[in-house]
């Protein structure tokens, strides 16, 4: 049974891993991370250490950092690569199980495995105690998406009441090896000092996302009429309802406070 199990642990590490690209120049290393404001007071927790390249530029950038890798030969390897540093924790293990500081102040820089990243935003994006700053290289497409560039979505809107998110470095394919099928970006979250909505409003506003935008903010299913919709925007100073149905996320927020306030009983 252990064996088996172990087994199982050593095909999960091997495909995780497999599923990273690395990046070994020092150069474009230091780049990305001078593009971060990360300095010596700082306590940085890195996703996959991979060969130790970007870790070795964070530890002499950073105060500590706590580096997490799955797989245990990579894990060894930039271990020996990296004992010189004596502000570096290196844990061997998955990042999805691992226990994020509950209290006191941390950022997070990591070129993560790509096809884990909506659970790696998940749930750094959404603990306790959060980070303050997340630095994640990831595919564009899911930039975009996580950032609301092109296309607002519930998810997007959502992170936007306690992030603001922006694009800092558009990677080349052949900055990486293996070389990926898609292109990558370094996307940066950072916590808003103060969220826009309280805790408790939150679920609720991806109640009132999700049925406005399956069902219309407006209209027959619409959780306002067409009338309260815009003289709402109108009071904010944002002027119309948009007539091409692409509506800003401060606009979002101004509906729902609307409707919040009781706006819809009035139907």
């Known amino acids: 049974m252990q ?26 290393i ?13 306590k940085v927790i890195e996703i996959g250490t991979g060969k130790g390249h970007l870790t070795d530029a964070l530890c002499k950038k950073s105060g500590s950092v706590c580096s ?11 271990g020996e690569r990296l004992s010189g540093f004596s502000n570096l924790e290196l844990v061997c293990g998955d990042f999805l199980k691992y226990r994020l500081p509950a209290k006191g102040k941390y950022k ?7 096809f884990i990243t909506s659970q790696i935003v998940k749930k750094l994006t959404e603990q306790q105690n959060p980070p303050t700053d997340i630095w994640l290289i990831m595919e564009k ?25 922006k694009i800092l470095y558009y990677f080349r394919r052949e900055d990486f090896h293996p070389m990926p099928s898609v292109d990558c970006v370094l996307l940066y979250f950072s916590k808003k000092a ?11 506003f991806r109640q009132f996302l999700e049925h406005s935008m399956r069902y219309g903010v407006c209209g027959k299913r619409g959780l306002l009429t067409k009338r309260q919709a815009s003289a709402a925007l109108r009071q904010a100073g ?24 009781g706006a819809g009983k009035t139907r």
């Open 194 to 204: 103060e969220p826009d909505l309280k805790k408790s409003e939150c679920g609720a």
């Open 238 to 261: 944002m002027g119309e309802l948009p007539r091409d149905g692409v509506i800003l996320y401060v606009q979002w927020l101004c509906l729902f406070r609307q409707w919040r306030a």
């Open 141 to 165: 497409g899911a930039a975009k998406r996580f950032a609301g560039l092109g296309r607002e979505t519930v998810n997007s809107l959502s992170l936007k009441v306690n992030w603001e998110m």
């Open 68 to 78: 997490v890798e799955i797989d245990r030969r990579l894990c060894e390897r930039a």
């Open 3 to 28: 064996k088996g199990r172990n087994q199982r642990e050593q095909n999960g590490d091997r495909r995780l891993s497999d599923s990273q690209n690395f990046i070994t120049d020092g150069r474009l």
């Open 30 to 42: 230091n780049r990305i991370v001078n593009l971060s404001n990360i300095c010596k007071k700082d």
């Open 108 to 114: 997070v820089f990591a070129n993560i495995p790509y």
